[in-house]
T-cell receptor
Framework: DQQVKQNSPSLSVQEGRISILNCDYT??????FLWYKKYPAEGPTFLISISSIKDKNEDGRFTVFLNKSAKHLSLHIVPSQPGDSAVYFC?????????????FGTGTKLQVIP | EPEVTQTPSHQVTQMGQEVILRCVPISNHLYFYWYRQILGQKVEFLVS????????KSEIFDDQFSVERPDGSNFTLKIRSTKLEDSAMYFC?????????FGSGTRLTVV
């Protein structure tokens, strides 16, 4: 039962262009959504989050968009940099207070080509 | 910047043996977690721990698994009798004001 889905296992983008990573979820109880970045041999690193009461959150080059009716969120990285090359995990929680478990998607491997 | 520290980084164990994975969470954090990632698969929740007791666990976290915070700083995951399918990266995480901090993981290889 995959409650959080990332249908693109990989994505290649030229440096300077926009990277768009997509995520879909099925559990309507999810209230808080996060993106994590993971480099090889390291743990996931928190990138950006969004509460279900918002439809957009921006932090520097990173913007997360949430479409609750479609149960879809996306992460935009612009401009993309080679150092952004990593696996990106979408994640969700039923707890907007933040302490319940997080359910991860399967990840999208982003490669930014110089 | 505060870190979650996991030891060892890699552990090889024989099937049927007990293994203990160690974690030192961030000192002022109150919630602690173990996740695992089998090679090529998604990161999966195992267990959460708060106030010295398990607050939630997944179906993966069966009787072979246990967690402990023995001394107020370490947070351990014990697998009593390892199986081949326990081979995975195990990530510890801690959380205080939302935003998990993950450790760099322990790669467990069961042979």
């Amino acid at each position: 039962d995959q409650q959080v889905k990332q249908n693109s296992p990989s994505l290649s983008v030229q440096e300077g262009r926009i990277s768009i990573l997509n995520c879909d979820y099925t559990n309507s109880m999810f209230d808080y959504f996060l993106w994590y970045k993971k480099y090889p041999a390291e743990g996931p690193t928190f990138l950006i989050s969004i509460s279900s009461i918002k439809d957009k959150n921006e932090d520097g080059r990173f913007t997360v968009f949430l479409n609750k009716s479609a149960k879809h969120l996306s992460l935009h990285i612009v401009p993309s940099q080679p150092g952004d090359s990593a696996v990106y995990f979408c994640a969700a929680s039923e707890d907007s207070g933040g302490y319940q478990k997080v359910t991860f998607g399967t990840g999208t491997k982003l490669q930014v080509i110089p | 910047e505060p870190e979650v520290t996991q030891t060892p980084s890699h552990q090889v164990t024989q099937m049927g043996q007990e293994v203990i994975l160690r974690c030192v969470p961030i000192s002022n954090h109150l919630y602690f977690y173990w996740y695992r990632q089998i090679l090529g698969q998604k990161v999966e929740f195992l267990v959460s721990f708060y106030n010295n007791e398990i607050s939630e666990k997944s179906e993966i976290f069966d009787d072979q698994f246990s967690v402990e915070r023995p001394d107020g700083s370490n947070f351990t995951l014990k697998i009593r009798s390892t199986k081949l399918e326990d081979s995975a990266m195990y990530f510890c995480a801690s959380n205080s004001n939302y935003g998990y901090t993950f450790g760099s993981g322990t790669r467990l290889t069961v042979v």
